[in-house]
DNA sequence: CGGTATCCTGGATGATACTG
DNA sequence: CAGTATCATCCAGGATACCG
């Protein structure tokens, strides 16, 4: 699922083990969309601009079943689900979080036209959960 | 070069930007090694099990154009070139700490027998470069 | 030793169409 | 609305061979 490749329990450190779960293409926008708040699927894809629902499900699904994303699904007509980060989803998400400050610090291209960015880029910084 | 293809400066978040950075199969490993010490071409690729030179030189390319990795050639015979982590790359190294630790702590498969760890799993842990 | 030059492949990603 | 099914594409990564 991941970038490397590397799954079946070979990780050389931490950091790929970690990679592995982050690294399809929309994965941590993902993480960062539902972070903000819950999402319907619907949502979620225009929260994620260009991606396809085909991906966007196959996403969801490998987070499901890496228990960093909860599917909740309503029973009515028209059909309703919602998803939301796990408790593990969350503490991976501000384990993100060092990195995300980094690449607003260091990477170019990054400073965005005013009105033209996301403003949720200010995270909470949370140190106390999981 | 990263995962995403986002490169052209239409990155959603900071995390995305970095992780264009490290997205390459080997380049937090890359990373990993060199927080260690410098290390030589030939090194380096013992110490990565299954990369390919092709592969191992362009992400050192690549991580030198991005300013992680520093490439020093000494004109000697036989030719002798290190290569060790640049100021950037050490923060990078130190921003992705949170996320290695989320792993170990995470993700199964990581608990190593023992012999078979690399034991350089303690990292640093420094706040104060770069 | 420290690479570069080619060719090739798999699998992730994308486009489009259809369904309960 | 929330997907699944199919087919097409792209390219990072790998194999191999050769060079200064």
Redesign the interface.
């Known amino acids: 699922m991941g ?4 799954r ?18 929309w994965k ?2 993902i993480l ?1 969309a539902l972070h903000e708040r819950p999402c319907r699927f619907g949502e979620l894809r225009r929260e994620l601009p260009g991606v396809t629902e085909k991906v966007l499900a196959s996403h969801l699904r490998e987070m499901e079943a890496d228990g960093l994303v909860h599917r909740e699904a309503y029973d009515e007509v028209p059909p309703r689900v919602e998803y939301s980060l796990t408790a ?1 989803g969350v ?2 998400n ?17 400073s965005p036209a005013p009105g033209q960015m ?1 403003e949720d ?1 200010d995270v909470p910084l949370v140190t106390g959960a999981a």
Do not use: F, Q
């Open positions: 970038t490397t490749g590397r079946p329990g070979a990780y050389v450190c931490g950091i790929d083990a970690a990679m592995d779960l982050i690294g399809g293409k941590v926008l960062w593990r503490s991976l501000e384990a993100l979080e060092p990195l995300g400050a980094w690449g607003r610090a260091n990477v170019p291209g990054m996301r880029d």
